[in-house]
Each structure stands twice: as structure tokens, then as C-alpha cells.
């Protein structure tokens, strides 16, 4: 059931599975145990969100310098989050974001000029991989940048599932390098994606119903809610 109310979120708003599933799981698991079972869902959820759309091309050539600073960053920062304790900074993002969202929300949208790109998207993308390495999250800054460029609902879900795919593949390779990703749970991990993929199913035929409107706002709620999940984890 966590999977699949999780696959629901993913569908609908391009993110959210593998908090949701850490915030449920880890009240009942160890959170190492539920890092273990969330690896092979998401790398797959991640992956079918990126090849669903028809853009992925078009995507991929503007938003490489971005992907591909994160990933050099994230390899390099992997250790931060192997041998430390990333509450402080997971508590700190988590506020970061639901300021942000909720600005969003009240104030009028701000854009990203397309000359701006050039030098923004390698700087987005350092900076996502930094905290990636430190805290395992993706979502600052890339997520509020990939909104500012202006993409449609779909094109928006489709980039984030390119910028989670190449972001989580680092982060693997990082933590494997350090010893510091567990196999023993890959069988239930592979099995948990079957309700992962059926809710992300739900959940995509739920945004083709959506305004565009309806998606930009519950989106940005969603951002919210992440952010309030990292804040309490970070705090607690």
C-alpha cells in the first residue's frame, strides 16, 4: 500500500515516491532497511517517467549541462552522506523548499530567461549534486529551476524524471564505491516495484485529467509537503 499510494503521487506530479515511502517505512523499518527497498523502485519508476513522454531528445540537449554537473557533483559528494549525519542540512532544505513553494503559490511566477540557461544550468546543476551527495535528495534547486523554465505539464514531468535518473545512478555509484548501499534487500525491493508501477499508472491517468492550472498548484502543494516531511526528519 505505501508503494502504491506513493506510484499515485509520482504519476501525478513527477516526484515525491521515495520520501513518501521513507516518511511510511520508516516508522516501521530501520531507515537503512528503507533506503534498501526504495532503490530499486525508484531507479525504475525514475526510468519509465523519463522514456513515457515524447520529448525526452528535445529535453535532454537543453537540460544536459544541468544533468551532467550534477552527476559529476553528486559522485564526488557521495561520501558526505556515507559517513555523516545530514539532518542539520536535510532540515535547512526542507524549510528552503516549503518557503519557496509557498511563495510560489501567493506571488506571481518568475521565469528563467532562455539566455540565462547557458551559465544557469551548470550552476543548478552543482549545486543539486552537492546536496544530493550530502542528504540523498535531488529536489534543491533543480526542481524550482526546471519550473522557472516555463516547461509544459507534461515536459516538466518528463525532466524531472531525466534529472532523478542521471542524479540517482550517481548517488548508486557513490554509495557503492563506499560500501555504503546494501544488497540483501534487492528481492524485496524488486518486488516493491509492481505497486510502485501500477500507482504511477493511476497516477499519470490522473494528470492527463488535470488543468494546467489545477497541476502548476497541486504541484507546488506537493512541494510544500516534501518540504515539511524534510524539515520534521531533519528536526526529529
Not at 537503512?32 to 523502485?41: D, F, K, M
Not at 494528470?207 to 526528519?233: D, N, V, Y
Amino acid at each position: 500500500m505505501t508503494f502504491l499510494a506513493a506510484g499515485i503521487v509520482k504519476g501525478v506530479t513527477g516526484m515525491g515516491l521515495p520520501t513518501l515511502a521513507m516518511g511510511v517505512l520508516g516508522a516501521l523499518l530501520s531507515p537503512l532497511v528503507a533506503a534498501s527497498l526504495l532503490i530499486v523502485p525508484s531507479m525504475v519508476t525514475n526510468l519509465w517517467q523519463l522514456l513515457a513522454g515524447p520529448r525526452i531528445g528535445a529535453l535532454a540537449r537543453r537540460l544536459w549541462p544541468m544533468t551532467a554537473a550534477s552527476m559529476a557533483r553528486t559522485l564526488t559528494a557521495a561520501p558526505l552522506l556515507a559517513g555523516g549525519n545530514g539532518g542539520a542540512t536535510t532540515a535547512v532544505l526542507g524549510a528552503t523548499l516549503v518557503a519557496y513553494a509557498l511563495y510560489t503559490l501567493l506571488a506571481s511566477p518568475f521565469r528563467v530567461a532562455a539566455v540565462q540557461e547557458r551559465w544557469f544550468s551548470p550552476l543548478v546543476g552543482l549545486t543539486t549534486g552537492v546536496i544530493a551527495g550530502a542528504t540523498g535528495v535531488f529536489v534543491i534547486p533543480a526542481v524550482p529551476y526546471m519550473q522557472a523554465l516555463g516547461l509544459e505539464k507534461d515536459d516538466l514531468v518528463q525532466a524531472l524524471g531525466l534529472a532523478f535518473t542521471t542524479s540517482t545512478i550517481a548517488l548508486a555509484l557513490g554509495l557503492a564505491s563506499h560500501q555504503a548501499w546494501q544488497f540483501d534487500q534487492l528481492a524485496l525491493s524488486v518486488l516493491a516495484v509492481v505497486p510502485a508501477l501500477i500507482g504511477m499508472w493511476a497516477g499519470q491517468i490522473l494528470r492527463r485529467a488535470l488543468s494546467p492550472a489545477t497541476f502548476r498548484r497541486w504541484f507546488l502543494i506537493m512541494l510544500a509537503l516534501l518540504g515539511a516531511e524534510m524539515l520534521l526528519r531533519g528536526v526529529v
